[in-house]
C-alpha cells in the first residue's frame, strides 16, 4: 500500500512541480485544464466503457451505490452541523461542506484501488463515483454551492448530470453489458489502450491543482474540521454501511478506502462558479491530499 500511494504521490508531486517550473513557459492553470479536459471528455469515458461493458453488473452494483451514497449524504449532514456550530461566513461554509462530503474517488482513488487490490477493482471506483458522488455532487451539490454562494447562476442539476461524457459512457456500457453484447476485440483493445492515459494524466493534473492551497495556510482552523469529516467520519460510515450491507474482504476494503479519499478536485471549480471561498476550497484539497498519504494506509490496515 505504502509503494502504491508512493508512486502515486510522486506522480502528483511532478504536477506540483510543473505548476511552479512551468516549463515550456505554459501557463499551468491553462495546462491543467487541457489535460483535465482531454481525460474528462475522452480517456475517462474509454476507460468506463472497457471496464463496465465487462464488469459483473448486479445486485451488487445498487449496494455499491447505496453504501457510497450512505457515505456522502453522512458527511454532508455532519459538514452542515459543522459549519452551523463554527458561524462561518455563507461563502466560507459552502467551501467547506463540499470538501467534506464528497471524495476523490475517480482521480485519486481509481488508481489507488486498482494498484493496491487489481485491475478488478476498478469498477468498484467507477461505481462508487459515477452512480452515487457524481450524481449527488451534480444535483444535492449544485443546490448547495447555489444555495451558500453569490456569483452563481442556477442551473438545473439534472441537465448538468446529462452533461457528462463519462455518466453517458456509464449509461452505455451498462446497457451493453446487460444485453450481454460481446465487445469485439479490436474496441476492447483501442479502449484499454486510450483507458491507460487516464490514470497518469489524472495524477499529474490533480498535483497541478494543489498549487493555490499552499498560499492559503490562514484557513488552516477551517480546514481542520473538513479533514476529520472527509478522511475519518466517512469512511468510518462507509465501513459500518458496507458491513451492513454483506461486504466482505477486499470489496469491503475497496469501498473504504473510496470513501477515505482527499477532496474532490472538481470542487475548486464548483466554488468558484457559485462564489464560494475558493482560498478555503483550495487549503482543504491541499491539506487532506497530503494527508491522505499518512491516513490511507491506515484505513487498509484497519479494513483489510
Excluded at 449524504?73 to 459552502?94: E, F, K, M, P
Excluded at 458522488?133 to 454562494?149: D, E, F, K, R, S
Aim: with cysteine; net charge positive; aromatic share 10%.
Amino acid at each position: 500500500m505504502i509503494a502504491t500511494l508512493l508512486q502515486m504521490f510522486t506522480l502528483i508531486g511532478v504536477g506540483l512541480l510543473w505548476s511552479w517550473w512551468q516549463p515550456g513557459k505554459l501557463e499551468p492553470e491553462a495546462a491543467r485544464k487541457v489535460l483535465v479536459g482531454s481525460v474528462y471528455y475522452l480517456f475517462l469515458p474509454a476507460l468506463v466503457l472497457s471496464v463496465l461493458w465487462q464488469a459483473p453488473i448486479g445486485v451488487e452494483t445498487l449496494k455499491i451505490m447505496t453504501v457510497a451514497a450512505i457515505g456522502v449524504l453522512a458527511a454532508l449532514a455532519v459538514s452542515l452541523l459543522a459549519c452551523r456550530v463554527c458561524a462561518a461566513q455563507r461563502g466560507t461554509a459552502g467551501a467547506m461542506i463540499l470538501a467534506a462530503s464528497w471524495p476523490n474517488a475517480t482521480y485519486l482513488g481509481l488508481p489507488v484501488l486498482e494498484k493496491t487490490l487489481g485491475p478488478w477493482a476498478r469498477s468498484v471506483a467507477i461505481q462508487y463515483d459515477l452512480f452515487a458522488c457524481t450524481p449527488l455532487l451534480l444535483t444535492v451539490g449544485i443546490m448547495i454551492a447555489n444555495a451558500y454562494g453569490s456569483g452563481g447562476r442556477w442551473q438545473n442539476p439534472a441537465r448538468v448530470l446529462l452533461t457528462v461524457p463519462p455518466f453517458w459512457a456509464a449509461l452505455a456500457a451498462l446497457a451493453l453489458n446487460l444485453g450481454e453484447v460481446p465487445i469485439p476485440s479490436w474496441i476492447a483493445g483501442l479502449l484499454s489502450l486510450m483507458g491507460a492515459a487516464v490514470v497518469p494524466l489524472m495524477l499529474v493534473s490533480v498535483g497541478m491543482a494543489l498549487r493555490q492551497g499552499f498560499g492559503q495556510w490562514q484557513h488552516l482552523p477551517l480546514v481542520i474540521p473538513v479533514a476529520v469529516i472527509q478522511l475519518f467520519i466517512m469512511p468510518l460510515v462507509v465501513w459500518g454501511a458496507a458491513i451492513a450491507f454483506g461486504f466482505t474482504g477486499e470489496m469491503r476494503v475497496a469501498l473504504v478506502l473510496e470513501a477515505a479519499m482527499p477532496s474532490m478536485v472538481l470542487g475548486i471549480v464548483l466554488a468558484d462558479r457559485y462564489g464560494l471561498n475558493t482560498g478555503v476550497y483550495a487549503a482543504a484539497l491541499t491539506a487532506t491530499t497530503l494527508l491522505s498519504l499518512v491516513t490511507l494506509p491506515l484505513w487498509f490496515s484497519w479494513a483489510s
